[in-house]
């Protein structure tokens, strides 16, 4: 029997605001120093009242207004009641009847709803038989985006994730970084038998960090369902956790329903009718991911996978974009894609800092040079390193460096006598016609010429003289 995995997922993201959702204690995911960013109404001491931070608000609509959601009229703040050590208050404020954002779509996924809540504070349980709490992060604005159970398989979900944390980024809503715990992705997991009218019991994996765990986690968590009822047993309804180390999820707890959580409106904050907030009516949105991907296609030309490069990263594409608005013309444009995602990139990955001397005026000056026919590709390589590593022009550091192409015939003719000379047993090769031996002269002529020889013409001078 085939089985099928239904998949939802539950994403939080830490906003970015100056102070947390209900106080005005500092909200800095940066803050190395325990319990330093707290104050009596984020620590729940008798008598304190929360205040709702706008700014959060504002964040979710901007979601909500990005994924083409319906932005709520009425909303209102709920108690979600459990004990724990990281909830002061013995409860948390959320949202559940009435969030801010209702339905939408993401990269083909569709959106259940977006609401606003605080987050917990941080346990660690590493320093012996007793456990640590740090408050620093109690009550920091936290976003939960909650799917439709339509994914059916590890890569959409991986996929979904990585959209939405670029959404959240482009938005300036949050950072999303995955290795502060800003952003947390839970899976809830169920497999059913090919054609069953359910999905089947539902599993929840929580608190995955990294793209890697989510696709790990669910992987693993569908083949153990799917085994279990291959087995004709039955799945129970839990919460689970991952193993790093053991490469595998492990149970944690039953999984509560909605109604043992005793959610109640909380009485402290006002109910709020957006539509009546003059702050929120003229809510604007910067370029999307999804636009600007569109853009560049149409505009450019240019492969999806630079395209890709130039979305993820800002920096590199904000660099492009100079570039591309100083060279205009298609062709040239895509010459410095494909120059930007390889030896650009290439630079990068070995450590270099590929923007402090290199700016977009220099950098399109040397494809101009390249298209021209100037310089080879070898001797742009060369320019580039230069350019990278001290600045300056691309005109200046050719000619210093000796690298402009040569297509005077007599020196090319001068170049390709010397290696026919140093290289006998190569060139009887070619004349006993082995044709590749041609591309090893042309070689060494390019690499006795530092790379400034026109290398078709070269070539050509090579292929005359061995012809006599």
């Known amino acids: 029997m085939k089985y099928i995995p239904t998949i939802g997922l539950e994403i939080h993201a830490e906003l970015k605001t100056r102070t947390k959702m209900f106080c005005d204690s500092a909200n800095n995911p940066d803050e190395e120093r325990p319990n330093v960013n707290i104050c009596p109404v984020c620590m729940a001491h008798p008598g304190t009242l929360p205040v ?7 964040h979710v609509i901007r979601v909500g207004k990005a994924v083409l959601g319906t932005i709520a009229d009425y909303t209102e703040f709920d108690r979600k009641n459990y004990f724990y050590p990281d909830i002061p208050k ?30 917990t ?19 920091v604005p936290l976003m939960e985006l909650v799917t439709e159970p339509v994914i059916h398989d590890a890569e959409t979900a991986v996929k979904f994730a990585k959209e939405l944390q670029l959404l959240l980024r482009y938005l300036g809503a949050s950072e999303a970084n995955m290795e502060k715990g800003e952003m947390r992705v839970e899976a809830n997991i169920s497999v059913a038998p090919e054609g069953s009218d359910s999905f089947g019991i539902k599993v929840e994996v929580k608190n995955l960090n990294s793209f890697r765990v989510v696709a790990k986690a669910i992987e693993y968590e569908v083949a153990r369902q799917t085994k279990v009822l291959e087995r004709g047993e039955k799945l129970v309804q839990e919460t689970r956790g991952w193993d790093e180390a053991k490469q595998s999820t492990f149970s944690q707890r039953m999984k509560e329903s909605s109604h043992d959580y005793r959610y109640f409106p909380d009485p402290d904050l006002p109910k709020l009718r957006l539509s009546e907030i003059a702050e929120f009516q003229n809510i604007s949105l910067p370029e999307l991911p999804t636009e600007k ?41 895509v010459l410095a894609s494909n120059y930007t995602t390889s030896d650009l990139l290439g630079m990068r990955a070995n450590g270099a800092d590929i923007f402090t001397h290199l700016a977009p005026a220099s950098f399109s000056a040397l494809i101009q040079m390249v298209a021209s026919g100037e310089i080879s590709s070898r001797g742009a390589k060369d320019i580039l390193k230069i350019l990278v590593e001290k600045g300056g022009d691309p005109r200046e550091i050719a000619a210093h460096e000796g690298l402009f192409q040569k297509s005077d015939a007599g020196e090319l003719k001068a ?42 013409m070269l070539r050509k001078t090579f292929i005359e003289l061995l012809s006599a």
């Open 90 to 119: 013995g409860y948390q404020i959320s949202q559940y009847k009435y969030p801010i954002v209702s339905g939408g779509t993401l990269s083909g996924v569709q959106i259940t709803r977006v609401h606003l809540e605080e987050d």
């Open 52 to 58: 709702i931070n706008k700014k959060a608000v504002e």
């Open 293 to 333: 991907r569109e853009r560049y296609a149409h505009d450019y030309g240019i492969k999806s996978e630079d395209i890709e490069s130039f979305i993820t990263d800002e920096a590199l594409g904000a660099f492009f974009e100079g570039v591309a608005t100083a060279l205009k013309d298609r062709a040239l444009v």
């Open 121 to 139: 504070a941080t346990s660690q349980h590493d320093k012996g038989d007793y456990s640590l709490i740090d408050y620093n992060r109690a009550g």
């Open 415 to 456: 170049i390709a006598e010397k290696i026919i000379a140093e290289n006998e047993k190569v060139v009887a090769e070619y004349k006993a016609g082995k044709t590749a031996s041609l591309q090893f002269l042309v070689g060494q002529g390019m690499r006795a010429s530092r790379g400034s020889a026109n290398p078709e």
